[in-house]
């Protein structure tokens, strides 16, 4: 069965405080994998899409990798605004569930909270 | 451009009532999926329709439905509400050729069954 962990649950830092979030992944074949930020209130927010193990994206203070069993989204030198919770997500390419569509397994999510 | 519209933005039902949650796609997105999210099961998929055909279903009961029209507007409905259905119910619109991952999400609609 197709599975999503993000770790950890939730994580407090510091301005400046530079941390890593975890998502782990099983899929019978990885179509892509996904970031999303969501703040309170509101839909996600697409952020990266990574294909291939070693592939990395990099946004802002974000960068994303990926490995064969795990993706991690690296926060350098966090702001306030990066505060909200992160999700990981990914798209199975052999279930018959995402056959060329846009069906996405998602994780719960990693809530960041970062202090001035 | 304008995003995806969800109406209505907060509901109260009571059990065994249904309900029927709308969404506008942004323009030109033929493709239009539903999720439901809640605390405990973080989002959980539960269907896609594209060009007014249910492409895929998630493992909901058959008390979910949904049906997207000719102008790729799409709404959702639950019949027989349950306590376990409160849940926020997001929708997102996308490109489907070329699809790479990014979901257009509207605010979601928050559903509450007492």
Known sequence: ?116 | KAGVTQTPRYLIKTRGQQVTLSCSPISGHRSVSWYQQTPGQGLQFLFEYFSETQRNKGNFPGRFSGRQFSNSRSEMNVSTLELGDSALYLCASSFLQGFAGELFFGEGSRLTVL
């Open chain 1, 1 to 116: 069965e197709d599975q999503v962990t993000q770790s950890p649950e939730a994580l407090r830092l510091q301005e400046g405080e530079s941390s890593s979030l975890n998502c782990s992944y099983t899929v019978s074949g990885l179509r892509g994998l996904f970031w999303y930020r969501q703040d309170p209130g509101k839909g996600p927010e697409f952020l990266f899409t990574l294909y291939s193990a070693g592939e990395e994206k990099e946004k802002e203070r974000l960068k994303a990798t990926l490995t064969k069993k795990e993706s991690f989204l690296h926060i350098t030198a966090p702001k306030p605004e990066d505060s909200a919770t992160y999700l990981c997500a990914v798209q199975d390419g052999l279930s018959s569930l995402n056959q060329a569509g846009t069906a996405l397994i998602f994780g719960k999510g990693t809530t960041l909270s970062v202090s001035s």
